[in-house]
């Protein structure tokens, strides 16, 4: 199903600095408590840089471990937002898949298939994330020697 939902789709990747950005989706793993504190302040970080942001924190679980609060800017998405393809069914994760953002930065190295798709099906102009799990679906990959988040922000705000 992810295959041809994909051949219908196109996108064109396209490389600015950080600064140039106006939207950028950041999807990160919402079971990691480090990687949700990095996401939230990067993302405040990037708002006081009058860059729009949207957020998808990922539990690859049927139910959320903690009782988190999606807004506006950011939403927790568990295995009940994916279709029994797991494809995303939610109307959160459509608009995020479907929003045209300037980047996609994805803080995840769980490479469960509803993330795949998720970043995959994302019609992002540059998709940018760490090395290994999901570099055929990635345009900029950064190799890190533990995956952490914060090297990850650093990475990003030094090449973009």
């Known amino acids: ?29 919402a079971s990691s408590e480090k990687c949700l504190k990095e996401v939230k302040a990067f993302i405040k970080e990037l708002n006081g840089q009058n860059i729009n942001t949207k957020a998808i924190g990922f539990f690859n679980a049927k139910e959320a471990e903690d009782n988190l609060i999606s807004d506006r800017k950011l939403f927790f998405a568990t295995l009940k937002d994916f279709s029994f393809f797991f494809l995303p069914k939610s109307e959160e994760l459509k608009e995020f898949t479907q929003y045209e953002t300037d980047a996609l930065l994805v803080y995840s190295a769980d490479d469960c298939f509803p993330a795949t798709a998720t970043i995959k099906l994302s019609k992002a102009k540059l998709k940018v994330g760490l090395s290994g799990k999901f570099d055929d679906a990635l345009d900029l990959t950064f190799e890190l020697a533990n995956n952490a988040p914060e090297q990850l922000t650093e990475q990003i705000k030094r090449y973009l």
């Open 1 to 29: 199903m992810l295959h041809k939902t994909l051949k219908k789709s196109s996108r064109s990747v396209e490389m600015k600095k950080l600064t140039d950005l106006k939207n950028v989706g950041i999807f990160f793993d």
